[in-house]
């Protein structure tokens, strides 16, 4: 078992090192594979989460507006994958330039638990501004790069899990501000 366990990690630190990196809209519904990790079986391959639809709510953004992310997270491996993804704690975030501004706002009190995906499942998850702990607002007109980051576990088995974090990049699109 232990053997297992430091074999799982190196490839984990191996993979991470392959994460493909992709820009998309945020009104894109490309598919996206963000950490694609590989045993040296071909035909296992037990450590790829896989996101879809990365995108805005809204879906267009103006300067001085308020928004929250939102993608689609699907486990294509062989061992379930668990994290938070709810509306009041979700573990999704985004790291944005310096045209979003990104601010720590009042989460709600809320028990949860974790989303556990086995494989072949998918799930909607969401950073919700101004209720999940965090707020996004738009700065400044243009686009705007951002990475947006979900960790996980991999439920290895009932006592075993490892610990891994994905991310990728892609753009927003900040319209001027509105005229009342």
Known sequence: MAMLNIILLCIVLTGSFYIPQQMVDSESTQSKILTNLTTSDKTVNPL???VEQIKTIPNKIYVGEKF???AT????GVYPVTFTANLCDSELYAIFDSKVEESLAPACKMMSEPVILNTGEKVIVQRISG???ITYKALEEGQSSAKVI???KINISKTETIDSLVGDKFNVT???????
């Open 73 to 76: 997270v699907k486990n294509t």
């Open 68 to 70: 929250s992310i939102n």
């Open 174 to 180: 900040i319209n001027p501000e509105l005229s009342t």
């Open 150 to 152: 979900l960790p996980f």
């Open 131 to 133: 209720l999940s702990g």
């Open 48 to 50: 790829v989460v896989q």
